[in-house]
């Protein structure tokens, strides 16, 4: 980057410091457990939808899934679709007022202690901590490496560096304030996160010629998909892949589904519907939170596309393979040649606000639950603050751990896997769980498992994408999957979730017939 070091610096230093201090003020209102890890239960409509959506968009959509609609196309478009329809509509109208009056009315204070709480049972608190401390660095490690590539060739700095750095800063202001830092924050980088997504989509269609003649050029280019992605279904970069094919079931069933649906059930999302003061502040929300999201997701995705447009009219070649087959490269290289340098730094505090914005989120919720539900599960959750921060920190170091092991071009992919487990194993107990009078302990234990087994087991031995690289399968069975085509590109999700809602029904069932029997 060609731009000035001393604007650059200045710039960080402003924004790094405007962070802080949004930090302090935090920490000064966090007086008691409850200000910690619920903001007091007094959050502001747009303070609790940007936060909730900057929360949900980190690096991982617009790096990670920015690269993978470079790669296939525009019909990850149909993400945007449900991310609006089910991440905001569906989430705040239908969970979000449930969960607020379940919350409040339990006293639950994290998202493993209001499902203890609403079934009655240490046990599910214990297993609702474990998942998510054991699922969530994943998803974690994905934020870091896209907020660290793109660190990368921007400062001019190595990698290993970028990603340390990034970890720690966000790890100080959400061990200090707690939750009220962490919207604080989020609200802050949300805004710097709408600007910069609506530069980058102006400046893009102005760079190609306009929305017609981008789109256009973009079209025309279907005789150009690598033949790899062709034998696989692959029909253009603006058009549908051809349906049923390797290339359809990932995008609908991984990265459609996987994430559209495993946002209902994301414990770091679910916590903001508590931190409401009432169920009109939710409603309020909705009028912010969906625009916000359709530029976040609907810019990155259309934006991905089209750098083969102009990479094709700059290098010759299309997006991955300037990137050399790394699609987390593909944006920040794109960002890096076409931008002009002062939007290259915009950009760049735009993706560390969506990075540091998720990342505050995940280490509150890990850190927590690692705290309060499985060390301190049983009791109030009233444990001192410093308990909290020091678990916080311990899962910083597991995920900058982690991200430093993981492969090349995983961001997407592990931000599905995470969701999708997310929705596998939480999402029918959960659902019961706000709306039925008396929940089935036994049905959400027994669904959470079924549905995390089915998920792990579909994923280690039957999903080409993740069993190819854990090498179970192969090692026990001597084969890379022990299904092949089309049960080898069908998301665990599509396994899981209906095998761990049925088992959430029958018991439902059953206690509620058991139920009417002891009336009379």
Known sequence: MAADPIITGVLILIYVIITLVLGYLGYRKTKKAEDYLLAGRDSHPVIIALSYGATFISTSAIVGFGGVAANLGMGLIWLTVFNIGIGILLAFV????????????TGAVTFPDLMGKMFQSTRLQFLSGIIIIISMPLYT??????????????????YTTALILFAIIVAVYVMYGGLIAVMYTDAFQGAIMLIGMIILLVLTYVYLGGVTTANTALAAMSDMVPANLA??????????PELGSPIWFTLITTLVLGVGIGVLAQPQL????????????????VLVGGPFILMMTGVAFTVGALTNVFFLNNAGKIAVDVAGG??????????NQAMPDIFVIIFML????????????????????????????GRACALSLRA????????????????LAMPAGIIARATAMFMGLCASAFLPAFAVGVYADKPSRNGALWSMAVGTLAWFIWTAFVHTAEAKILGISQFLTGAQTVLGLPWSVIDPLIIALPLSLIVMIIFQIRSRKESYQEVA
């Open 94 to 105: 239908i969970f979000g007022k449930k969960t607020r009056e379940k919350g409040l009315k």
């Open 141 to 158: 490690a994905a934020v870091l490496i896209g907020g660290a590539r793109f660190l990368e060739p921007t400062l001019n700095i190595p």
């Open 231 to 240: 034998s696989q279904g692959m029909t253009g970069w603006a058009s549908m």
């Open 270 to 285: 679910v916590v903001r519907f508590m931190t409401a003061r009432d169920n009109r502040s939710l409603n309020r929300a």
């Open 326 to 335: 790394n699609v987390d490269l593909i944006i920040p290289l794109y960002i």
């Open 350 to 377: 735009t993706l560390l606000s969506a990075a540091m914005s998720t990342l505050s989120s995940l280490y509150h919720a890990m850190g927590t639950a690692l705290v309060c539900d499985i060390w301190g599960r």
């Open 388 to 403: 909290n921060q020091i678990g916080c920190m311990v899962m910083v170091v597991v995920s900058v751990l982690l991200a």
